[in-house]
């Protein structure tokens, strides 16, 4: 999508949101399987690889490190050689708008013997990296901030680590994971402990590559000095993007739609467990396994939803899909109450803070919290002018209001989905009618 085609506009849909929907590969599991893979010793080949911005990233970035990647769509082929198969970039390490690149980055580069530099776009400058340099640092990482308040620029200059036994503060699984892979190069047991469960796709993966992993409850540990073996990954489709679409039929009435081979990751699928919880009708279907991750079909229909008061540890498995949570707030009956959803502040925007903007904008009521929103439903939502802040998950979940609400909605920025969903107005379009969007 060009700059010129960056405002979209979204119509209401008058025949529901129907069909048969297969999404592209979850944008987590790709990352992990590129750099699992990459520092692998053989060949592994990724089935349905996200393709998806942030993703593009991640290859580019093990390119630059000097991995053999052969890419054909959304089949991947990575000739890896090991850690040892790494050397020093030519140049900047490029994240683009990923921190899941740059944070998962800082830890497998922390211990390689040769210096990284890694950089981002404006937004991604923007958000905090403290989170990992301050763990990798206890394990005797050499990492700078050129950024300044611990932001992007990062320097890093290689050298041995030890194990470390680290007590986050937040429920990260991009902290989790970072440590992990420092871990994997310590001498030593590396342990992480988490207030909450996030998600698990790192500990799921790595045994596949030929890595044990001890799981206690929210407590992960990995010894050091362990190597990868090549290892096939097919990724499930990506239940983020998924949730845009489940959220849609619940509220736009006559819906009904399947979404098919869908990852069901318990520690991913909050956003299910809560539109259930609001009344929403979404029946799981063919439950397999694919990779160590649950997959399954999703039958979703047209339901009346209710407010409910969402907090604590279902907040951390839904804290992505938050966005069109909040969306499908607007149009239930009563009362939702979202709180400990600070994270959301330093996301790709400031997500509190633009969807309290930008729904209040088109007619919600939606009062801005501390740690999250208070959004009286029932209201609906008339036509207007909004942006996404450059915020994919915001574009999203707007589009996904404009398809429920009474009028036209014309959003800025629209573009942004290509970071994890380019993919996405063409499967709208497919699933109401051609005209509810123009680009």
Avoid at 133 to 145: C, K, N
Avoid at 415 to 420: C, D, E, L, R, Y
């Amino acid at each position: 999508m060009t700059k010129a085609q960056d405002t979209i506009q979204i119509r209401p849909t008058s025949n529901g949101v129907r069909g048969t929907l297969t999404l592209p590969g979850d944008k987590s599991i790709s990352h992990r399987a590129v750099m699992f893979a990459s520092i692998a010793q053989g060949k592994s080949r990724i089935v349905n690889c996200s393709g998806g911005g942030d993703n593009r990233s991640t290859i580019a970035a093990f390119r630059a490190l000097g991995v053999e990647i052969d890419q054909n769509g959304t089949d991947i082929l990575i000739k890896g050689k090991g850690w040892h198969g790494l050397h020093a970039a030519a140049g900047t390490i490029d994240c683009g708008n990923s921190g899941t690149t740059m944070r998962l980055l800082s830890g497998l580069l922390a211990a390689r013997p040769f210096d990284s530099r890694l950089d981002g776009d404006e937004s991604l400058r923007s958000r905090p990296m403290k989170r990992v340099m301050a763990p990798l640092t206890e394990m005797g990482a050499d990492i700078i901030s050129e950024g300044g308040e611990n932001r992007a620029p990062l320097r890093i200059h290689g050298k041995p680590l030890h194990s470390l036994a680290y007590r986050s503060p937040v429920a990260s699984a991009q902290v989790k994971s970072a440590i992990l892979l420092a871990g994997l190069q310590a001498q030593g047991k590396t342990t992480v402990w988490e207030p909450e469960r996030s998600r698990d796709h790192t500990e799921r993966m790595l045994p596949a590559f030929g890595v044990p992993i001890d799981v206690s409850g929210t407590e992960v540990s990995v010894a050091g000095g362990q190597e990868l073996r090549a290892c096939d990954v097919e990724v499930p489709g990506d239940f983020s993007s998924a949730a845009f679409f489940l959220t849609a039929a619940s509220i736009v009435p006559g819906s009904e739609l399947r979404v098919r081979d869908v990852g069901l990751n318990p520690t991913r699928v909050g956003a299910l467990d809560v539109l259930r919880m609001m009344g929403a009708n979404i029946q799981v279907e063919n439950l397999h396994e694919m990779c160590g991750e649950p997959v399954g079909d999703l039958l979703v229909r047209a339901s009346s939803l209710c407010g409910i008061e969402l907090s604590g540890e279902l907040v951390v498995r839904a804290i992505d899909e938050i966005p069109t949570l909040a969306v499908a707030a607007v149009f239930a009956q009563g009362t939702t109450t979202i709180r400990d959803a600070q994270e959301l502040r330093v996301k790709e925007s400031d997500r509190l803070t633009a969807l309290a903007t930008t729904l209040n904008t088109l007619g919600a009521k939606v009062t801005e919290l501390p740690d999250g929103l208070l959004i009286a439903g029932g209201h609906g939502l008339h036509g207007g002018r909004v942006s996404s802040f450059g915020d994919h998950r915001i574009a999203m979940a707007l589009t996904i209001a404009g398809l429920a609400g009474t009028g036209a909605i014309v959003l800025e920025e629209g573009a942004s989905v290509a970071i994890s969903f380019p993919s996405f107005y063409s499967l709208v379009r497919d699933l109401t009618e051609p005209a509810t969007i123009q680009l």
